[in-house]
């Protein structure tokens, strides 16, 4: 197939399109820096906490629908071994929202926290804070690597361009303009690549759906005919890993920074709540396209295709059934249309990715640890050379791996069964310390490995109730494995910080051997200089009430002398 040059040329004014957008927002942003009274580092990555509400909805909605979501969900209803049924994605993100909405957003905005590692620093110290940074900076590069495996595969198939340019080219537009203007080019950016991926997503479904190679995807959602239906079924022995893979998604992503820095840029707590139920709808809404993309490559012919036999599912190319199908049961200009839908939902996942891992590393690492006096000016250079490092990092990774699956599955599941333990003590229990979140910790990540991943070639050493191999004969863990793990985890955080609590409270331990200086963060005194600097009214109150008892002192003293005479005499 030769190159699709008119395809090329769309592609090129998508890019500058979204190139100038975020020039634009880089010159608000450097305008409202002048205005606002925070500092630099603020307006960068939460632009300056005054997001404007129609520009939260779209920027929450389109970091979560991105590359991985539309291919992914695609991908796993044309499965043959999945179905409709598993392409979860879209209801457990409503879960995901609310639950933000209605109990995380509160704790995190009263405390006026930058990132979602602060309450670790604070509470915690910086070594282990650290610590529980390193996987959620992890998930963030798969998060980039997903995005771009997404659009590479895409532009493959359908521009004939180069898998290796196609990623290339997106990721240096992405990091460019990422540099420029932080959350607000990120933010206003996603605003036209929203509006991008609803309109090309919905005009591509009317052809897809009459193309003359597909038969009525009704007649093949429950029956038999080129494949196994595509709505899918899950099995009672596979109910246990429905349920995992559902409580995954809904709570994995409540452990991404990337959605605390929209929450925490919104102006109120009222408005980060209508941001989160908001795009929850929107969400749900940009789901449909996709599996219905799904539903008629499984109900094509593709014999009758210039695609030919064996299908893309045999030829091990059900990741790219998306670009596939538009490619062949699409005129050309309708699948020039569908890749702008591609690029777009990448584009706004890989931005968010990248000024997140980003605002990781130069609020809680750099300025909190290595350089507390750092500039303004400094931090901006900090936060752009983080974001060219994540970029490339995640670049990186596309060479490794073509499923979007698995780049989305991996990094969820650190996010799920290693971080969201940790976010929920910390937030909600006051128990919590130092000592239960490094043995949390270390039990989550050691369960994990231990337990496999089929995604990656790794063999389970621990064997749940019903792992078995899948149809593909690979070993696979069909009980709720990581929902296990995170609650085995959250209940080792609660017990080992309430047993160490005991022992040190009650000198069991000398205080010596409390690194994590738990006692001596309980103890009312260490508290009483910062109320003394947080009040300054009960400091004068105070400082009044000393004065008058020393003035009382001074009036009463001649008459105890007197009284004493007297006696002495006596």
């Known amino acids: 197939m030769a190159l699709n040059v008119p395809g090329l040329v769309v592609m ?28 630099g580092m603020e307006i960068t990555l939460l632009a300056g906490r005054n997001i404007n509400l129609l520009v939260g909805i779209f920027t929450l909605t389109a970091t979560w629908v991105g590359g991985g979501f539309i291919l992914g969900i695609a991908e796993a209803t044309y499965n043959p071994t ?17 639950l ?35 996987p959620a900076l992890v998930a963030d590069v798969l998060w980039v690597a997903r995005t771009l495996v997404s659009l590479g595969g895409t532009m493959a198939v359908i521009l004939d361009l180069s898998y290796v340019y196609s990623i290339i080219v997106s990721s240096v537009v992405a990091i460019i303009y990422t540099l420029l203007g932080g959350l ?54 596979q109910a246990g890993k429905w349920f995992d893979d559902f409580m995954l998604l809904a709570l994995g992503g409540l ?41 008629v490559a499984a109900s094509t012919d593709w014999n009758s295709t210039s695609y030919g036999l064996p299908t893309p599912y045999e030829r091990d190319q059900a990741g790219s059934i998306l670009p596939i199908a538009l490619q062949f049961l699409t005129p050309p200009y309708v699948s020039i249309i569908g890749i702008g839908a591609v690029a777009a939902a990448v584009m706004s996942s890989m931005d968010s990715a990248l000024l997140s891992s980003a605002s990781l590393f130069s609020s809680n690492i750099y300025k909190n640890i290595f350089r507390k006096q750092a500039s303004d000016r400094e931090m901006q250079w900090v936060i752009r050379i983080s974001v060219v490092a994540v970029g490339v990092a995640g670049t990186a990774l596309t060479f490794l791996d073509s499923s979007v699956l698995v780049f989305w599955l991996v990094g969820v599941d650190m996010s799920y069964t290693i971080m969201f333990p940790q976010l929920v003590c910390i937030l909600f229990f006051k128990v919590s310390n130092g ?11 050691v369960m994990r490995i231990l337990s496999g ?73 260490a508290k009483a200089p910062d109320a003394h600097r947080a009040n300054p009214e009960d400091a004068s109150g105070a400082k009044q009430l000393l004065d008058t008892s020393s003035l009382r002192n001074v009036q009463e003293k001649p008459e105890r002398i007197w009284w004493m005479k007297v006696t002495s005499s006596s």
């Open 453 to 525: 991943e089929p995604l990656i070639g790794l063999p389970p050493a621990i064997k749940f109730p019903g792992c078995r191999p899948d149809a593909e004969g690979k070993m696979t863990q069909y009980f709720p494995f990581r929902t296990a793990i995170m609650v085995i985890s959250l209940l080792s955080i609660l017990l080992f910080s309430w047993l160490t609590s005991i022992v040190f409270n009650k000198g069991l331990l000398s205080e010596k051997w409390d690194v994590f200086k738990i006692k001596r963060r309980q103890k009312p005194t």
């Open 82 to 98: 999945l179905g409709a049924v598993w392409a979860l994605m879209p209801v457990p993100y409503i879960v995901t929202f609310f």
């Open 435 to 445: 000592y239960g979140a490094t043995v949390g910790y270390l039990m989550g990540i």
């Open 100 to 134: 933000g909405g209605f109990f995380f957003a509160k704790p995190m905005r009263e405390n006026k926290y930058v990132t979602m590692m602060d309450p670790f620093q604070k509470k915690y110290g910086n070594v282990l804070a650290t610590a529980l940074i390193f």
């Open 184 to 237: 607000y080019s990120v933010a206003y950016t996603d605003v036209i690549q929203l509006i991008l991926i609803f309109i090309s997503l919905w005009v591509c479904v009317p052809f897809l759906l009459t193309n003359p190679h597909s038969v009525d995807i009704s007649l093949t959602a429950y029956n038999q005919t080129f494949q196994a239906p595509w709505v899918g079924t899950v099995e009672l022995d």
């Open 255 to 295: 452990a991404y920074q990337a959605f605390y820095q929209r929450i925490l840029s919104a102006s109120s707590y009222t408005q980060a709540q209508v941001t989160c139920f908001a795009s929850s709808a929107f969400c749900l809404v940009l789901g449909i396209p996709s599996i219905l993309v799904g539903a």
């Open 12 to 39: 090129a004014g998508f890019y500058l399109l979204i190139l100038g957008t975020g020039i634009w927002a880089s010159m608000r942003s450097k305008r409202e820096e002048k205005k606002c009274s925070g500092d």
